[in-house]
């Protein structure tokens, strides 16, 4: 079954089969001039105030990324000594801690790559020449196919410097691996220029189709047609040119030399090479944007996953991210397996394949690495707090807020936006706390609702609250909300509903499927605006039973 993994994907990978997966693509987090791995941005375009930043310390070099150095060195082989001798050169640096992360993780993804697949690993030329060297070493030169050059973004102003406007693909693959060439619509210049004429069937251009000196004579090819004989003979037997003359295919000029009609929609188009311009990257206003800061366009993944895999076969993202490429490999009929080690990454994740798809959890695909009870979240609270707090808000649909490990957040971990048909937006605030709760944690939630002047606080508690947190809770009042339904043959009819202004969930009853008491009418239930909504993917087949996508 398709899975979706929640963890370190060196440590998730170990547990995959060898040489079980087709295609591999990932896109690694790493760029030394920003922060590359802010997820989120508002509508707007501008970046919230309040970011997520999913692997802030992830590229530094501390005893995680030694622990890994070590190890690797401790293999042995090719890879050992290309990163001994990384760290000869780069020190203890950020590109060294990169480095030194990357080998472990490509190490196990060439495991589980089957020998006749293939790997593409999407990096930007701060590091692409030492990922090459690399690959390499994990891979094998031999093994090299191509470097892809994509163009991001238009030419902008760099400071002192060519503007840098691309992206680079170390595209490898083994011997007898699968590849399914890609065709682009030829060039609106080419075609002026060399299709120059028209009948009814469409855009044509003429073809010789007499043999030239150069190809020397072949029996079989040497006869007289309709009073034409070649000096050097047919491209074609008599019968298949006699068939082109009846089809209306061929064209005699006024010397009676006969031309073949090659039509523009019979062709495949021009072949995709490696440097594409033709995929533009996402604007804020495109309708696949999840406001994911590193989103890579569907088109991309799309490309590259039809190129080189077949229907059926196993797609694997160590890095997924929002979900592109899992998204993509869904709707192109393949099999997938997706890795992040992010809770947020898992739950966008999820949400995409949702709204885009129709996939649901346990049903279509199952979630690895997620608490699925109560001793497993106190686990993960013991583990990792951050953690456990970005794991609890997916329960409720909530988006972060603040920087991860900041403390930035004036008090508040999630917050949630909904609404009722057309009506305003409304807005819940979550607080998250994994250790003890007591009544002061009302008091500020309480607090910073009054603050915020939001309509709805919500603690997530993994200890039961008191009874001095139920009274406080009690004590805040009540959200009344104003809704109205439209009937069919009457008049609009006005109604209200009351829910507690402060709520308190414990862990246990998210997982027995609890949920906060929201606005709802017969007719509606809260839209939710927290994360963006992905589009409907849509699958048909022509008629060889070739998938296309609109």
């Not at 002047?453 to 139920?470: F, H, Q, S, V, Y």
């Amino acid at each position: 079954m398709n899975t979706l993994y929640y963890g370190d994907n060196r440590d998730i990978l170990r547990k995959l089969e060898d040489e079980s997966v087709d295609l591999i693509y990932l896109d690694p987090p790493f760029n030394s001039n920003q922060n590359y791995n802010v997820l989120f941005s508002e509508k707007s375009g501008e970046k919230s105030a309040a970011q997520i930043t999913a692997f802030e310390d992830t590229w530094e070099w501390n005893p995680e990324s030694r622990r890994w150095f070590d190890l690797v060195l401790q293999s042995g082989g090719k890879v050992a000594d290309l990163l001994d001798a990384y760290y000869r050169f780069l020190g203890t640096s950020t590109m060294m801690a990169y480095l030194a992360n990357m080998a472990p993780c490509l190490i196990e993804l060439k495991r589980v790559l089957k020998s006749t697949g293939s790997i593409y690993l999407h990096c930007d030329p701060t590091a692409s020449h030492y990922l090459k060297n690399l690959m390499d070493a994990v891979f094998g030169p031999a093994c090299y196919r191509n470097e892809i050059i994509w163009k991001r973004t238009s030419s902008h102003n760099d400071s002192k410097k060519w503007p840098s406007i691309h992206d680079t693909l170390l595209y490898y693959a083994g011997k007898g691996h699968t590849w399914n060439p890609i065709y682009l619509d030829h060039d609106p210049e080419y075609v002026r220029k060399f299709y120059r004429y028209e009948d009814e069937r469409g855009r044509y251009r003429l073809h010789e189709i007499i043999r030239t000196a150069s190809m020397g004579p072949r029996p079989n090819l040497a006869y007289e047609y309709k009073g034409y004989t070649p000096e050097w003979g047919w491209r074609m037997i008599k019968q298949k040119v006699k068939a082109l003359d009846k089809e209306g295919r061929l064209e005699w000029s006024g010397s009676g030399r006969p031309y073949l009609k090659r039509y523009l929609n019979e062709q495949e188009g021009t072949l995709a090479s490696s440097i594409w311009t033709d995929i533009p990257p996402l604007s804020g206003q495109a309708a696949e944007r999840l406001g994911f800061q590193t989103q890579k366009p569907e088109a991309l993944l799309e490309r590259i996953i039809s190129a080189s895999s077949n229907h059926g076969d196993v797609v694997l993202d160590p890095f997924c991210g929002c979900g592109t490429a899992v998204a993509v490999a869904q709707k192109l009929d393949r099999k997938w397996i997706g890795i992040d080690i992010t809770h947020l990454a898992v739950k966008l994740t999820k949400r995409r394949l949702l709204d885009s798809n129709g996939l649901k959890e346990k049903k279509d695909y199952r979630v690895e690495g997620e608490p699925t009870d109560l001793e497993g979240a106190k686990a993960l609270a013991e583990q990792d707090k951050f953690r456990f707090q970005e794991w609890a808000l997916g329960q409720v649909d909530a988006r972060p807020v603040g920087g991860v490990k900041r403390g930035a957040d004036g008090g508040i971990d999630g917050k949630r936006r909904f609404r009722i048909g057309t009506e305003e937006y409304m807005t819940m605030l979550i607080s998250v706390k994994g250790g003890g709760v007591g009544v002061k944690d009302i008091r500020e939630l309480r607090a910073i609702l009054d603050r915020e002047k939001a309509d709805i606080g919500l603690l997530i508690t993994l200890e039961p609250p008191t009874r001095p947190m139920k009274t406080e809770a009690a004590d805040a009042g009540h959200y009344e909300y104003f809704w109205r339904e439209k009937h069919l043959k009457s008049v609009d009819k006005k109604a209200r509903s009351y829910h507690p202004r402060i709520q308190i969930l414990t862990i246990k009853e998210l997982l027995e499927g609890k949920k906060p008491d929201l606005p709802v009418t017969a007719f509606h239930n809260a839209t939710d605006d927290t994360f963006q909504t992905a589009p409907k993917s849509k699958k048909k087949t022509n008629g060889n039973g070739e998938l296309h996508l609109d």
